[in-house]
């Protein structure tokens, strides 16, 4: 027998199981290492890639941008003074060069962001696609239809769209050590715009002679917005932008600049009009010349403009660079790896030599057995199916040595498993039986009793007496709900069934009265809306369940409310109570048995097994009903079920009397039969 373990037959098959020990780590080794290197030499080119594309958009668009900005100025001018000619040519001229640009950045704009899909692509396309804009903002301002206000806001709309391109080609820069710097640079353009913005709307109120006090504040805004954050960009830039920087704050042009502008904002008074229709209390004179504001505006946003270029030139280098690295430190760390891999594997190679066959083979039988054909057997043990040990648990044989005795072991450990696996499942069965068993005959007996109680109620007369027969008749119908838990908790279907549809309203009523303080419970609102016959018992003793938990776990005094309404997918049951509530872990433990109904063993484990939980989630799986716990408002809690759309039908309804509170059960259900199902 240890011959034939060992011997010559067996010799392949173990080569075999040899080559998959070794082969399989060393082939997903391989695919790992294929997979990362060429992902991050990928992603390096796909950055320098992105770099390169960077810096001709930004450049193209940093122009056109500049040429808004310059046009917009000149605009601003002709509006406020329509009679200074040299502002008219100079308008002109600038119009030509703005033109250019637009060409320019047209030309450029098919290299920048491959596919329809791409952000920088789509930035580009939407604004070129509205290049006929410029030329409606020009018209409205050649004909006099549009004021200095208009234009700006035109103009500036143009011009941030332009720079939005550039900060989009900023942000593939945004990794690694570069995050710093392309984020200073698209703040940087913000700062210039804002800056630029104040400079043209000041040349045009000083063209026309006076600063009314809505331009006065949007002035002192945008003043404010660059100084604010213009400090804060500068704390962290670095090499030549820093220098660029330090050489415009130092240089005269931007100090008179600033010492200008607020002059313009702190000049006194300037406030709007205290009373509608009164007239404005403000001083237009601005105290600033125009020459002297073009002599330090225009080299002071030049300056600021060499700052945002010098910033996105040094954020692209920086990018760039950070690829080159990540590319050399990909190369040594994959050829690192790839060498430390085929040592890896050489040595598994001769280590699983050194096992011997019957050690293999031993290993090879027990995993299979664990892994696979053991937890077959157990669930299908727990499934009720029938399980032959001998015929689907066949022994380990490995002789007397020890090897053989911890196959043995294995042997009797699986056997145990198993056998108490089907010993589980048997009592299951059992019980499942006697739940049954019971629950039916205890069916029977409720509905006989019911039957008998519905023949003394149509002869008797005296209304005392009639509504003692009514309490008795809400006991025994709440003790047929007890019996159904039963058959509920063994696996089965209820007993109960209904043919046709009824309306949600009906359900509802039927739900109520099948608790025990059903006085206490108010249905507030029910849409027009019928449930199909299939789901009206289940849906029925689920509501019933939960308006029941409701009336137990808040005092006597205070109400239940029931609220029905149509939600998205369905149509939404409120059970609210205002009792003690619950705690996070208890909503959130709940909420999990709803969604995700356990066994019934499993449910029992507990101290306190809600076995009503348990119902409800049985019933509500049924039928894909989904039930929630939350918090309520008033302190409580608030059970919703969301019944599907599938099971309603949402013809018109005849709106029916709603319940009235405290009523006996033949007044405040005026259904057309009761849900006790078929007698």
């Known amino acids: 027998m240890e011959t034939r373990h060992t011997g010559r037959s067996r010799r392949p098959t173990i080569r075999r199981q040899l080559t998959r020990i070794v082969l399989i780590p060393s082939v997903s080794f391989l695919v790992l290492w294929t997979v990362m290197t060429a992902t991050g030499f990928v992603q390096a080119g796909e950055l320098m890639l992105s770099v390169a ?110 720079s939005d391109i550039s900060s989009a080609l900023l942000r593939p820069m945004e990794e690694g050590e570069s995050v710093s710097d392309a984020v200073l640079a698209r703040r940087l353009l913000t700062v210039h715009e804002q800056h630029a913005r104040a400079d043209a709307l000041l040349a045009g109120s000083i063209a026309a002679g006076g600063m009314d006090y809505e331009e006065t504040a949007h ?54 009009p205290e009373t509608p229709g009164a007239p404005a209390t403000w001083n237009s004179a601005i105290g600033v010349g125009a020459g002297a504001w073009d002599r330090a505006a225009r080299p002071a946003d030049a300056a600021l403009g060499r700052v945002v270029a010098a910033q996105a030139d040094l954020a692209a280098d920086t990018a760039w660079n950070s690829a080159l690295r990540r590319i050399g430190w990909g190369a040594a760390g994959s050829v690192l790896t790839l060498l430390a891999g085929a040592a890896a594997i050489v040595a598994a190679s001769r280590s699983s030599r050194r096992l011997t066959a019957r050690l293999r083979r031993l290993r090879t039988d027990t995993l299979g057995l664990s892994d696979t054909r053991l937890p077959a057997i157990v669930d299908s043990a727990r499934a009720g199916g029938r399980v032959d040990l001998d015929a689907e648990l066949p022994r380990l044989s490995y002789g007397d040595d020890e090897i053989g005795q911890v196959a043995d072991a294995f042997n009797t450990a699986q056997r145990t498993a198993v056998g108490a696996a089907v010993k589980e499942a048997e009592i299951r069965k059992g019980a499942n039986r006697v739940f049954l068993g019971i629950a039916y005959r205890n069916q029977t007996l409720v509905q006989r009793q019911l039957s008998i109680l519905d023949e003394i109620e149509s002869d008797e007369d005296d209304p005392r007496a009639l509504r003692r027969l009514f309490r008795l008749d809400h006991l025994a119908t709440r003790a047929r709900r007890y019996a159904d838990n039963l058959i509920i908790l063994s696996g089965a279907g209820s007993a109960r069934r209904w043919r046709d549809p009824m309306p949600v309203a009906d359900v509802l009523r039927a739900a109520i009265t099948e608790t025990e303080d059903y006085e206490r419970v108010r249905l507030t609102s029910a849409p027009r809306a019928r449930l199909r016959g299939a789901a009206v018992a289940d849906v029925v003793h689920l509501v019933a369940e939960l308006v029941e938990n409701a009336t137990q776990f808040s005092p006597k005094a205070c109400s239940v ?119």
Not at 80 to 102: F, I, K, M, Y
Not at 581 to 610: C, S
Request: glycine share 8%; aromatic share 4%; net charge negative.
């Open 219 to 272: 002035f002192t805004y945008l003043t404010a917005a660059y100084r604010d954050t213009l400090p804060d960009a500068a704390n962290g830039l670095r090499g030549l932008p820093r220098e660029r920087y330090d050489a415009m704050v130092d240089s005269a042009a931007w100090r008179d600049t600033e010492n200008m502008s607020r002059m313009v904002v702190t000049r006194s008074p300037v406030a709007p």
């Open 53 to 162: 594309r960077g810096r001709d958009g930004i450049a193209a668009f940093t122009r056109l941008a500049d040429g808004l900005r310059e046009e917009r100025r000149l605009t601003q001018v002709r509006l406020g003074d329509p009679d200074n000619g040299q502002a008219h040519s100079a308008l002109a001229a600038q119009r030509r060069r703005t033109d250019e640009a637009v060409d320019a950045a047209a030309g450029i704009a098919p290299t920048l962001g491959p596919g329809e899909d791409n952000e920088i692509a789509r930035t580009v396309r939407d604004f070129l696609s509205d290049r006929d804009r410029l030329g409606a903002v020009r018209a409205d301002v050649d004909s006099g239809r549009t004021d200095r206000a208009t234009a700006l806001a035109a103009y500036s709309d143009l011009v941030v769209a332009a």
């Open 561 to 679: 409310d029931v609220n029905c309404g149509r939600v998205s997918g369905g149509v939404a049951i409120d059970v609210e109570d205002r009792g003690l509530g619950m705690t996070e872990d208890g909503y959130a433990e709940a909420n999990r048995i709803l969604a995700d109904p356990p066994e019934f063993d499993v449910m029992a484990l507990p101290e306190e097994p809600r076995l009503g939980l348990f119902v409800v989630a049985r019933l509500a799986a049924r039928h894909g009903v989904v039930v929630r716990l939350r918090p309520s408002p008033y302190g409580g809690t608030c059970a919703t079920a969301v019944v599907p759309e599938h099971l309603l039908d949402w013809a018109a309804q005849t709106p029916r009397p709603a319940v009235v509170p405290g009523e006996p059960r033949s007044e405040i259900e005026p259904l057309p039969a009761e849900p006790r199902g078929e007698r």
